[in-house]
């Protein structure tokens, strides 16, 4: 069975600092990989995703995941994190097959 | 452009009743989903429509059913609610590239007393 593991339930960065988030998952075959944002009170937001090919993924609001198969992540980054970036994170594991599973999620927190 | 809209955004029902919550998208995705959300858990699968006129069990489908009325719409039937269907739950819509979810409401808030 499918899994992910999300090892950091929260992380505290300060503002214009850079931020890693790890996401390792257990997968059987070659899995679809994805990183979502969760504002307070709102539904997630696709960040990035990937499939194949180039295993450096670019997103949208400047963050970007790295897909290492002999590690089993794919962790998130952004060079210079703003306040707007506090949220939680989730990063999900599955195939086309209409099931991802999610992690448990990474709480952020931005100082100023 | 609404996006996923999801009504009500907030309930609160009493253990045994009955309640649908419903869920449109005019984005014309052909897959949609219905997710729980728990703290700590992250979000499970209850149900998925693939394509207008199907649908499947996901993870956790005990306690649930749905309907996918058309393209834009698919509901969430709650028949005896339970206080361990006390969550929040979001709606998506996907298969625009692949079958995955890709945009999401914004919840409907259940409690069950």
């Known amino acids: 069975a499918q899994s992910v593991t999300q090892p950091d339930i929260h992380i505290t960065v300060s503002e214009g600092a850079s931020l890693e988030l790890r996401c390792n998952y257990s997968?059987?075959?070659?899995?679809?990989l994805f990183w979502y944002v969760q504002s307070p009170g709102q539904g997630l937001q696709l960040l990035l995703k990937?499939?194949?090919?180039?295993?450096l993924v670019q997103g949208i609001k400047g963050f970007e995941a790295e897909f290492k198969r002999s590690q089993s992540s794919f962790n998130l980054r952004k060079p210079s994190v703003h306040w707007s970036d506090a949220a939680e994170y989730f990063c999900?594991?599955?195939?086309?097959?209409?099931?991802?599973?999610f992690g448990a999620g990474t709480t952020v927190t931005v100082r100023a | 452009n609404a996006g996923v809209t999801q009504t009500p955004k907030f309930q609160v029902l009493k253990t045994g009743q009955s309640m649908t919550l419903q869920c449109a998208q005019d984005?014309?995705?052909?897959?949609m989903y219905w997710y729980r959300q728990d703290p700590g858990m992250g979000l499970r699968l209850i149900y998925y429509s693939a394509s207008e006129g199907t649908t499947d069990k996901g993870e956790v489908p005990n306690g649930y059913n749905v309907s996918r009325l058309n393209k834009r719409e698919f509901s969430l039937r709650l028949e005896s609610a339970a206080p361990s269907q006390t969550s929040v739950y979001f709606c998506?819509?996907?298969?625009?590239?692949?079958?995955?979810?890709?945009?999401f409401g914004d919840g409907t808030r259940l409690s069950i007393l």
């Open positions: 997968y059987g075959a070659t899995p679809y």
């Open positions: 999900a594991v599955g195939s086309n097959d209409y099931k991802l599973s």
């Open positions: 990937y499939f194949s090919g180039d295993t």
């Open positions: 998506a819509g996907g298969g625009l590239y692949s079958n995955q979810p890709q945009h």
């Open positions: 984005m014309n995705h052909n897959s």
